[in-house]
């Protein structure tokens, strides 16, 4: 098992080091791969990732990524969307899951559910043509696009309360209706029950009844948006990690960006971080990862957490408070 270990910039380079130490602690036989990628490394070269560093990543089974800062420049080519596209990663999955102690937005904690969000086309299809008076960007939505997301989905849900809500927009788009039929077929051959949600009444119904859903499927840039919306209900973005899975590649990314605002503190809150470690565990199959909830559960009541969360702790002490707590009870 090959790891690709990109930290980023900001926070990126105090969160990722942390999470290491976590996933060190089970004493894997990993290689790791350090790349340097990102903001920091393009003002010093010109360049925020090569044509080599993708071919040193696809001799990687995985990546562990922090997080970039982004620049408006046309030079300056997107870290995360050259590795999406190019490793052809699907599937974005980003759990939704309350932690023991911290209370979201909402107040509740009942809920139990995961985000498949459609990861390559939809409108990030970057077919656009920008005119003085027109401009205009094409939602491309394809059958093998849908039918593998709404696959992955199906999947998913038979691990689980074998429920896939599926969000659209169909009463305005043509191509949601085809998305949402594409999906509705996948269910039906998966002996998976469904309904579908109109993406604007999704919104509402995830603030008022976050408990009623299991497996969520929907398309890129309603993906986009509702993801973030969900990472409110967990209560901080320092919390909530995501992957990006495709049929060779997996990449998995806390949900936050390089926060410049407390980089170089020490202060970040690792505990997307290391989810992500755990989302990383279980796509290898390693059986172990429950530890890594057990682990955040004792730093949470213990208090051992950094100030966005109330705490006083590093970002260094809360990464080795739960790698020790894995090490003690693997
Ligand atoms: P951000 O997520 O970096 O920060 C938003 C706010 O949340 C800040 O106040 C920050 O201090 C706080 N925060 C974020 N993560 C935290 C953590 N782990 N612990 C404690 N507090 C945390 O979003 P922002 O400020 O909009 O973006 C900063 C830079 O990051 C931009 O250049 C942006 O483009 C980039 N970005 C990169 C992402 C990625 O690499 N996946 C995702 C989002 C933004
Ligand atoms: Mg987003």
Redesign the pocket.
Known sequence: MKLAVIE?????RE?IPAAVKVLDAFGLDFEKVPLELG?TRWERTGTAISNSDIETIKGCDAIL???????QDPNYKS??LTIRKELDLYANIRPVKPLPGIIGVTGRSDFDFILVRENTEGLYSGIEEIGPDLCWTKRVVTRKGSERIAEYACKLAKKRRNKLTIVHKSNVLKSDKFFLNICRQTATANGVEYEDMLVDSMAYSLMMHPEKYDVVVTTNLFGDILSDMCAALVG???LVPSANIGEKYAFF??????????AGKG????L??ILCVKMLLEWMGEQRYPVIDEAIAHVLLKKII???LGGKASTLEVGNAVAEFVARHL
């Open positions: 980023g910039d900001g926070i990126g969160v903001y990524f922090g997080a970039v800062t982004t620049v870290v995360l901080s973005l320092g990314e806390p949900v936050h960006g390089s926060a410049p605002d407390i202060i970040a809150n690792p997307a971080a950094t100030p966005d």
